[in-house]
């Protein structure tokens, strides 16, 4: 079947270092991502979100970028800071809407060393 | 605006028993998906509820079901426990157009012994 994926279980970066974190998507049609940060012991938190008619969008010190051609999504964190340490999800909205649930990926742990 | 509330946060049970969990959405939205969360899995979708009704199922036994209230507030029940539903449940509300973001609840941990 269809998935949402992540290529790497865990990322370790020096704080004050910029982050990336990538997602692999495998549904063509899908057309909404979100990318979610989990906390140990809370439920995952929305971060930044992208529709499939833009490559990229910005937050505050986040950055999501999204490439159709090779369905590869990507969250990019700059100046991590030791709070940045969580499990970060990226999940894919069905195409045509809300009626089904989010499919998430594996999550990546990022991990700030000091 | 306050978040996803739900209760209770920690339950422990034992096989064969059932348990109800709650999940009050945030004002004004409509729609309430619940998952389960767990290491081996990760997050799997159970059911979404919209305007008290079951607008979208998982994959999932019969054992898992659900309903939404007039006021949106939801609750999930699983019948007949097993071990390995041991779990986080997780409620997401949104306001249930399409493509629209959902939030999270803080979760409700279960632990089948």
């Known amino acids: 079947g269809e998935s949402v994926g992540l290529h790497l279980p865990t990322l370790s970066v020096q704080e004050g270092d910029n982050s990336i974190i990538n997602c692999a998507y495998s549904n063509s049609a899908s057309d909404y991502f979100i990318w979610y940060k989990q906390e140990s012991g809370k439920g995952p938190q929305f971060i930044i979100d992208i529709r499939s008619n833009m490559d990229k969008r910005q937050g505050q010190r986040v950055t999501v970028l999204l490439n159709k051609t090779v369905k590869h999504l990507s969250l990019q964190i700059a100046a991590t800071q030791p709070g940045d340490s969580a499990v970060y999800f990226c999940?894919?909205?069905?195409?045509?809407?809300?009626?089904?649930?989010?499919?998430f990926g594996k999550g990546t742990h990022l991990i700030i060393q000091p | 605006k306050a978040g996803v509330t739900q209760t209770p946060r920690y339950l422990i049970k034992t096989r064969g028993q059932q348990v109800t969990l709650s999940c009050s959405p945030i004002?004004?939205?409509?729609?309430v998906s619940w998952y389960q969360q767990t290491p081996g899995q990760g997050l799997q979708f159970l059911f979404e509820?919209?305007?008290?009704?079951?607008?979208n199922k998982g994959n999932f036994p019969g054992r898992f079901s659900g309903r939404q209230f007039s006021n949106s507030r939801s609750e999930m029940n699983v019948s007949t426990l097993e071990l390995g539903d041991s779990a986080l449940y997780l409620c997401?509300?949104?306001?249930?157009?399409?493509?629209?973001?959902?939030?999270f609840g803080p979760g409700t941990r279960l632990l089948v012994l």
């Open positions: 509820y919209f305007s008290e009704t079951q607008r």
């Open positions: 004002s004004g939205h409509r729609s």
């Open positions: 997401a509300s949104s306001q249930g157009r399409p493509g629209q973001t959902q939030y």
């Open positions: 999940a894919e909205n069905p195409p045509g809407g809300g009626a089904d649930g989010l499919t």
